[in-house]
């Protein structure tokens, strides 16, 4: 089974900051592929630092879009 985990984000380091440690904590089965994928609707960017950090600490991918990316499929 394959999971995408989505959330958007403007200008809320704290907010972002719990969940992504909630992110972390999560138990999954291991039949599950997880994909955590965070949006940035800041167009400076303002989370990439924050989400880079996580990213290296999370048991899954981590994808980082900013508002000015395009998303493709």
């Known amino acids: 089974m394959r999971v995408a985990l989505c959330a958007a984000t403007y200008q809320r380091p704290q907010g972002l900051s ?34 880079e950090a996580a990213a290296r600490t999370l048991p899954w991918p981590l994808r980082y879009l900013a508002e000015r990316d395009e998303v493709s499929g």
């Not at 904590?25 to 965070?38: D, G, K, R, T, W």
């Open 18 to 51: 719990r969940l992504l440690t909630a992110i972390a904590a999560l138990h999954s089965p291991a039949e599950m592929e997880l994909l955590v994928v965070i949006v940035d609707n800041s167009p400076d960017s303002a989370a990439s630092a924050q989400v």
